[in-house]
């Protein structure tokens, strides 16, 4: 069974950056698509940003321009960028992937903007 865990998160200013971590347990993200997604209180959960295996990357137009995707093959990890972090960013951020038609969620990590 896929495991993902995330890192990287807590409290910044606005305007800050910070780096997500999601780190797998198995080699997934040469061959599958990895994703971040969020979710603010109340609300649901929706995609911030996506790469494939080819490394086409796509991104959410809340966040594009801001955010970053990567990933590193070798160390089975894929990053989360965040740039000109603003309070509507606030959420709990959670890895994602795609593995055999099967979706893999890491337990999520909070990511708080304020001063």
């Known amino acids: 069974q896929v495991q993902l865990v995330e890192s990287g998160g807590g409290l910044v200013q606005p305007g800050g950056s910070l780096t997500l971590d999601c780190a797998a347990s198995?080699?997934?993200?040469?061959?599958?698509?990895a994703a971040w997604y969020r979710q603010r209180p109340g609300r649901e959960r929706v995609m911030v940003a996506s790469?494939?295996?080819?490394?086409?990357?796509n991104y959410a137009d809340s966040v594009r321009g801001r955010f970053t995707i990567s990933r590193d093959n070798a160390k089975n990890m894929v990053y989360l960028q965040m740039n000109n972090l603003k309070p509507e960013d606030t959420a709990d951020y959670y890895c994602?992937?795609?593995?055999?038609?099967?979706?893999?969620w890491g337990k999520g990590i909070l990511v708080t903007v304020s001063s």
């Open positions: 994602n992937a795609l593995v055999g038609g099967r979706n893999y």
């Open positions: 198995e080699s997934i993200f040469r061959l599958n698509r």
């Open positions: 790469i494939t295996p080819g490394g086409s990357r």
